[in-house]
């Protein structure tokens, strides 16, 4: 078995598994455990609607917040979509997902996709230096932030040096790239990345605690 | 009204009483292993799935630090909100995560030592007003679990000497400051003679009881008496209970369950033995929230009558037409501060603006207001934490600078410790602007 055949092969399958079966216990854990029922009259009974509506609101950073945290609010946009374009719309990622689930859709010009990965880079780069000075983020990092930050810029690295034919041969930065998808797979559950899942719950947890008291959270 | 002479002597004698509260404390002795474990069993029987989801979820963005007065105001990072939780995230990572087994490899046990730093985190910098939930962008409920932080360090016999010496007083006298029933009745019989205003008391079948805080009887009677005279105008059927009248909850604030229980206890039978409709809390801003919100929690079912603050009474009657507010002659500027934990906590921020427009007042938004509100910089008792004086100085400049940009020629307010802590505040900063109460502003603009 060649290094690409294991990446593409248990590798991927693994991780897949790990991802899915972790996640699914690290949700489930979680939003299982007890909680009192709520016996004050609320101001508003409609607080799923509040609930539903922070999950929308909060994308959005309040205009007398927005000033103080701009950096890092539309910073982390950007790498955020330029993410997800990358992983999208690169015509070779469409031919991998169609092989996968038999649907394909139209991708974006590799010169685009190249310009975007690039800048997604960029951008992690910056937000690491940022939490390596920045005071606040200094005491409030830990060890799941560096390693979440690596693991989810390897991905972009090694399958830009992939397609550029940069480093090993295609086949090796091919594998290495595969991986290195696999690392990020296998450490969703147990860093916290996993807000890409608990986003919604915890935004709603709270509009909807705001909501029953007639505040808009 | 602002201070008068007489209020302004009995401001400086309140000061001083407050100043010396930490002299009264008796220290808690406790060996380091049992206030250790008594923490983690502590944060273990509170956890629940809404503060694991939210702990769960946390990427260490930070930006909750950019909301925080306590931060803004000195640019340390250790007052950085979501770090206040950080022993809270470590037992719950090494004792409650589904992924306890991993996160126990690299995860610290928490220490006595951490225990006592987290003191001034969870109690001297921080007012528990929410700002920083607003703006977490995963939206973690920060504050409510600061909340906890408070119950979690009483348990292990860590409250601020102060805020016990209240908490302790409280549990023993079911009162606050010494404001027993004698020095009530003092006060009511002073507003009598002095102002002419009836309180009635103990009035069997009225429909409202209201309630009155210790800070009031002793220092902001203009509140208390407020109160009194536009409940009188309004005719409605009311009375102030002598056996159930303290609002205050230090229980609340300083994190001791069992004091919260009983002082919310005392309220919730005495009105129901009275057998009232409405309980209307005074201007003491966690008074609302303590029973409004958490009454119910405590009683185990919901509570038999409504809860109002009276800015939130009053503000209902202007806005139904039942109560006409003289309007000022000439067009006054003023600014208001929403208390946290009635406004952001309480959901009441319409109410007191009408009242503001019914007196014809122009009223100037502070930058951040209702839910977004800056804080005193006093609230949630660390008004009366003495070391804390100069870390509330700090976010009372950043709360007085938002009023200042406004050009208002006074403030409005309707809380007894904000007062206390704008009016400190403003002694140390050299600041002059008037501080007035909502309730008394009401008071002496009714109209016949």
Known sequence: MTLLDFARGPALQWSIIIFAVGTLIRLFGAAFMLRNKVLSKPRKSDWVRGGFRTILTRTLPAPVFEKRIRFQHYAGYIWHIGFFITLLFFQLHILFFKGLFGISWPGLPNDVIMVTGAITAAVLVALLVRRMTNPVLRIISTIDDYISWLVTLAPIITGMMAYAHMGFRYETMLAIHLLSVAVLLVWIPFGKLIHIFLVFPSRYQQGAKFERRGVRA | MSMDKPMQEAFAMFYGMAQNLKDLATPVEMPDEERVSRAKQAFLSKLDADMAVDLETCINCGMCAEACHFYIGTEDPKYTPIRKLDLMKRVYRRDLSPMRWLHRLYTKDITAKELEDWQELVYDSCTVCGRCSLMCPMGIHIAEMVAVNRQVLAEAGLIPDELRVMQEGQLEKGTIFEAGPELLEFRINDLKERLGIDIPINKPGSDIMVLTSGLDIHLFYDALAGTAKVLNHLGVSWALCTHGYEAANFGLLSGDEDTQHVATMKIIDTAIECGVKIVITPECGHSFPSLRWEGAEIYGKPLPFDVMSISEYLGRQ???????????????????????????????????????????????????????????????????????????????????????????????????????????????????????????????????
């Open chain 2, 318 to 448: 202007v806005m139904d037409g039942k109560l006409k507010l003289k309007k000022a002659a000439e067009k006054k500027v003023v600014a208001l501060h929403d208390p946290c934990k009635i406004g952001r906590w309480g959901g009441t921020f319409e109410e007191p603006r009408a009242i503001i427009d019914a007196l014809g007042l122009e009223l100037h938004e502070t930058e951040s207001n209702r839910e977004y509100n800056f804080c005193c910089g006093g609230g949630a008792g660390v008004f009366l934490i003495n070391r804390a004086a100069p870390l509330r100085q700090k976010a009372y400049e950043v709360k007085m600078g938002e009023i200042k940009d406004t050009g208002a020629e006074s403030l409005v307010v309707s809380c007894g410790s904000c007062r206390m802590n704008f009016e400190t505040g403003k002694i140390k900063s050299n600041d002059t602007i008037p501080v007035d109460s909502l309730v008394a502003l009401v008071a002496e603009n009714l109209a016949s």
